[in-house]
Each structure stands twice: as C-alpha cells, then as structure tokens.
Nanobody, 114 residues
Framework: QVQLVESGGGLVPSGGSLRLSCKAHGSTHGINFMGWYRQAPGKQRELVATSTTGDTTNYADSVKGRFTISRDSAKKWVYLQMDSLKPEGTAVYYC????????WGQGTQVTVSS
C-alpha cells in the first residue's frame, strides 16, 4: 500500500512563507487525487488545496491566492507552497491521496506567530 510522509512544517512569523512536501512511497499509478488538509486544535479537519487528474487544482477560499499546490509528473511528491501566512493558519497539515481506500500522512505541524 502507498504510504505518505509529510515534511517541511515549522515555526514562521506572520507574513512568512513555508513549503510543505509529501512523498508517496510505493506504487502511485492509481492516484488520481491528492490534496492537503489541516486541523487546528479543537477544530475539524478541513480541506486546504487539492490536485486532481490533469492537475486541476482547487483551494479553500481562506487560502486562495496565497497557497499553491503542485505535483511532480510521477505523482511521487506533492507540495504546498504557503505564502503570506497568517496566525489562523496554525494547524497540523496532512497530505491525502485517493488510493487504497484513501491514505493519510502522519501530519506536519505549522505554527504561525503573531
């Protein structure tokens, strides 16, 4: 089965930038949807950005214009470039792939200071 591993989280000041990476280990031939989600303490996990077959992208309204999702051609990596970060962006960010019934990474912490 495909395993997802996120990296790139950390502590950044408000207005700063961060680039998250997610590596898919194993066969990625069946992946037609990948995305980034986040979960803040005490809140539901929410969609941040998605990339579907054909590299069609979608973004949550809260991050539109500031975040960019991208994938490599082999679908081994998916990235989330986060610019103009805000304190409300503080959350654990998770990578998701639509394969094997849906796979999640372990999450990477992003903390944006005021």
């Amino acid at each position: 089965q495909v395993q997802l591993v996120e990296s790139g989280g950390g502590l950044v000041p408000s207005g700063g930038s961060l680039r998250l990476s997610c590596k898919a280990h194993g066969s990625t031939h069946g992946i037609n949807f990948m995305g980034w989600y986040r979960q803040a303490p005490g809140k539901q996990r929410e969609l941040v950005a998605t990339s579907t077959t054909g590299d069609t992208t979608n973004y949550a309204d809260s991050v539109k214009g500031r975040f960019t999702i991208s994938r490599d051609s082999a679908k081994k990596w998916v990235y989330l470039q986060m610019d103009s970060l805000k304190p409300e962006g503080t959350a654990v960010y998770y990578c998701y792939a639509k394969i094997d019934g849906g796979r999640w990474g372990q999450g990477t912490q992003v903390t944006v200071s005021s």
